[in-house]
């Protein structure tokens, strides 16, 4: 059992708790998504089920499962046991159940996997049922899910009556591999090997199911196909590319039938689509998915700050794969990436008081900025496409397990914020500030010459015993590739992990485009708190270029001056929690 | 008469007769646009005759017809005669006239005049009609497009058992007062002037039809029905949004109206919205609708230069509503924008040799600029919705008439290109290398105390004599607004109408975004030729920013310094000429 005690995260649990799991359930009532599974919908009548509704309700119950592991609560078990009656009561004979195509469109099912979301909703429904069983021992979920991956075994596969396909929204492999570790069976292994092995694999199952995807051009076909990772078989995917949620869901059960198989090429794939988004297609906050256009990666080195996508709910995925790649290699790079990421891009889609998103993570907003749908500018209550808020509320409260990885004998502080980790073999108490300060203390209650590893360092400990040791955290002026032109003549202020940026409200009065960092600044840290949170803010002295524009014209001549100006940054990922503002990440640099 | 001489629009007039109008004339034959016409397609046929194509295939027609005007051509002639006699014989017996809805889906004709194209094709069948009985005085064409035009009169209007519509994609508007002109018939204004009057006007006629377009929420109702413009009465649009195309078509057709009717209202919501795109929704090519998200205006001040869209027809068709809005008040203002669009954004999607096009016209690409289909880094030989290829073709034999007012006793040398004017009245001889070089000569071959008005310059000429005069023609650095965050510390070269980029076949060896320049940089002019235009190319000094990244990490520390460096700037409209490359308009300056 691991609690988090700091500063930056375990606030973000208790809103979790107290606010964004409440709310979201609330929305799940109030847009039909709770009504749809009690199946009483007719044509005609309104809120007609979503094909990925069921998705959407399951990531929530998973959170309260999650929660429950964490916290006990009687009155939130029970809410979600009444949740878990319905799809328990949904469930058709022959194990079927998603609501959508039980009342809309029965005659439909399974038909069209490459456009539709019934294997991804599933891969959600098994998530939320081995939470539930593992918080509360309880296999009345579980056996409902197991029913349900049953019917899957049945219907896919390459035996006669079968249907050879995989999914079209990737998700229920990294589903299936927990499915197997918490029944213990192994068919539930392979059939995510069996969906990873099938996909981009000649002859394509999905241009089986839609030849009319096939297009004269074979260069147009193999873009439709790579928008769902299915243009060439996983092995030998080295470019990131497509539809970014979709990608990472599928790392990561590529990462997971690895770790289980000992596949090493299918382990040195996952490796190599890392090391390409993280070389070449990753905003410095670790987001992912730069274009709202088909909400897909693009292509390497272009990641524009204003009108970027970078979806909260590719952000949560990218964190899950790269915490899978550390525990399977151990390598400083997916740690890195790892902290980067819950540090930044995977929890600026969240408000502070946990009832706001975003869907899309800008690294620069202007008050000009465009919204396409409002949600660029303004973390919104809830969404049409409602994916990224109950993503939150299943991701946060696993965030402990992310940070430290405990073998027996061995405990790598890989995020090594004040914790409190407690296992059979030991019991340990992480003191610190971490990421405010750099001084880590550990404490340990019980255990026996157990190694304690934070990167570089290494010790040992046994009861009784602190020991402590300082990480250096300097302000950083970072530089981007100069392959990236959105980021020319322009740097980023990091400090330890944490990627700062200037928000209007603590820049007033000028366009946040106008202000200059000299490259080498005099940076102070300052304490500061936003809502629930402490931190450190940055300031620096700088420069606001003035031009002279009486008429306010769109372009002009002017003479510019640069005028001294203090300049304030903030976490990124704090940002838009004190009203509507402004907000860039990269500022220009004077030369 | 007005015969083009010049170095930049006379070369390019040459190569529309030479090389766009035959090879937009083959593509429609390899297309199907051409058999599309013959009726003989039948479900399960392939290519299918789409809602638009027509509107392609009679664009070219236009093109053919005012090219005949300048240049007669029997074989020519010819050719647009046979495509003519296609049109005729697929003409119904009401007067019906659209391929696609005749032979694909007849029961839906007029349904749905929000989504589809009818009387957009229609526009256009009308425009071409009215250029061909122009350059042949052949009333063929003519009266079978009136026989349209009187069935859409009979279909539409608010008398029993007539649709209450307008244009879901406007065009016709300004289409029937050609039609009204070449006719004499007052009804086809009428006409017009119903569908301006209907738009927007409340019960609005889009939600009778759709009345599923009617969302709880009354904003996302407005910005569906903002995106064709219909969202409030055309005469209370202030803000041009939506679709740009559909927007500057329909604000060309208002003003047409305005000019016949005197309606002052209607004026003055021209210039309002002619206003607000010029001082906050264009971009400094001239170039309009920066998203190619719905193709649409951004909201204001959002003018990204890496991900913009600008249209190749937004930009012809923003350059037809400044000539109509020059036309009927004279003001400077819609002079300097109509130049502005002519020597960039409206021509830089038509290569040199004149059979490649963009449809997207970025100021800024990059070897990593995001495709969305290969139409940003390169011009293509076609695109699957074809708008843009055939609006050049018609666009391109205008120039002349769009450069010059010319008045019985006035002539407006609004863009003083050399040219010759003959006229009932008088005949002109312009010379000169406008705007290369600032002086205009301007010779009466025969002209008796004719006024020639140049700007603020102002002279009488009878015949033999001889004007002539100067264009300051000095290099600027221009600024954008401080609200344009995309621009911040970045300028624009600019000399004389033309806007300048760097290219990087002129600037080798570097990403251009590296590139900073002085800001009073030593400005020199160099003699060029890309194919077959002459122009002045622009060199300065400059640096190139070099920072150490020796192991190319994405984002890293490292150590900058600026490397002096010569920078060659070409006219924006050019680039794109010799082979696969770069280009930034806006460069950054050094502070």
Redesign the interface.
């Known amino acids: 059992m691991i609690r988090l005690k700091d500063n930056f995260f375990a606030p973000r649990q208790k809103t979790n708790r107290e606010s964004t799991i409440p709310s979201s359930l609330r929305r799940c009532e109030e847009t039909g998504r709770i009504e749809a599974l009690k199946l009483q919908w007719k044509p005609g009548m309104e809120n007609m089920p979503h094909v990925f509704w069921d998705s959407d309700v399951a990531k929530v119950m998973e959170g309260m499962a999650l929660e429950l592991l964490l916290n006990p609560d009687e009155k939130l078990r029970d809410r979600l046991e009444k949740i878990i009656d319905l799809f328990v009561a949904m469930q058709q004979d022959d194990g079927y159940l998603n609501s959508h195509f039980i009342q809309v469109e029965p005659e439909n099912r399974w038909k069209d996997t490459f456009n539709q979301h019934e294997l991804y909703c599933a891969g959600h429904i098994i998530e939320a049922a081995v939470a539930h069983f593992k918080a509360t021992g309880s296999r009345k979920f579980l056996d409902c899910a197991c029913r349900y991956a049953d019917l899957i075994i049945k219907t896919f596969g390459n035996g006669p009556g079968q249907k050879r396909s995989c999914p079209g929204h990737e998700e229920i492999e990294l589903a299936l591999v927990k499915l197997y570790h918490a029944s213990g069976e192994k068919k539930y292994l392979d059939l995510a090997q069996y969906f990873i092995d099938t996909r981009g694999v000649e002859p394509n199952c999905f241009l089986a199911e839609h030849p009319e995807m096939a297009d004269p051009d074979p260069a147009k076909t193999s873009a439709r196909l790579a928008n769902h990772q299915a243009h060439i078989p996983v092995r030998e995917q080295a470019e990131a590319v497509g539809h970014a949620v979709r990608a990472v869901y599928l790392y990561c059960g590529m990462a997971d039938v690895a770790a289980e198989t000992g596949d090493r090429e299918l382990l040195a794939a996952c490796e190599k689509l890392f090391d390409n988004i993280?070389?070449?297609k990753?905003h410095?906050t670790g987001g992912i998915g730069?274009?709202?256009?088909g909400e897909t990666f693009?292509?390497?080195?272009?990641l524009?700050n204003?009108?970027c996508y970078d979806e909260s709910c590719a952000a949560i995925g990218f964190a899950l794969f790269c915490w899978r790649m550390l525990k399977l290699t151990g390598k400083e790079k997916y740690r890195e990436t790892l902290e980067r990421l819950v540090f930044n891009a995977a929890l600026s889609g969240l408000s502070l008081d946990g009832d706001k998103f975003f869907y899309a993570n800008l690294l620069?907003v202007?008050?000009?900025?465009?919204?396409?749908g409002s949600t660029r500018r303004q973390r919104q209550k809830w969404f049409d496409c409602s994916c990224c808020p109950p993503n939150f509320c299943r991701f946060i409260p696993q965030l402990g397990e992310m940070f430290f990885r405990c073998e027996a004998d061995t405990v790598y502080l890989d995020i090594p914020v004040a914790a409190e980790i407690e296992s059979e073999q030991y019991h340990l108490q992480i003191s610190g500030d971490y990421p405010a300060g750099g001084r880590i203390t550990v404490k340990a209650v019980r255990a026996d010459n157990l190694k304690v590893i934070c990167r570089e360092k290494e010790f040992s400990i046994s009861s009784g015993e602190t020991i402590s040791f300082e990480i250096e955290l300097p302000v950083?002026?970072?530089?981007?590739?100069?392959?990236?032109?959105?980021d020319?003549?322009k740097a980023?202020i990091q400090r330890g992990p944490i990627i700062y940026a200037l928000e209007s409200v603590d820049n007033k009065g000028v366009?946040?485009?106008?202000l200059?960092i000299s490259?080498e600044p005099d940076f102070q840290l300052e304490d500061m708190e936003i809502g629930n949170i402490k931190f450190k803010a940055i300031t620096a002295s700088g420069w606001e270029?003035q031009?002279d524009?009486p008429d306010?014209?769109?372009?002009?001549?002017?003479e510019?001056r640069?005028v001294p100006r203090q300049l304030k940054f903030i976490p990124y990922a704090l940002w838009q929690n004190r009203g509507r503002s402004s907000m860039?990440v990269w500022v220009?640099?004077?030369?």
Chains 1, 2 share one sequence.
Not at 511 to 514: I, R, V, Y
């Open positions: 993280r070389q070449k990753m410095i730069a274009t709202s256009i693009c292509g390497e080195y272009f524009p204003d009108t620069e202007t008050p000009y900025t465009f919204e396409h950083k002026v970072i530089h981007a590739n100069a392959a990236v032109a959105s020319a003549g980023a366009e946040l485009s106008s200059l490259s270029e031009i524009n306010n014209q769109l372009y002009f001549e002017g510019s640069l860039t220009r640099k004077k030369y």
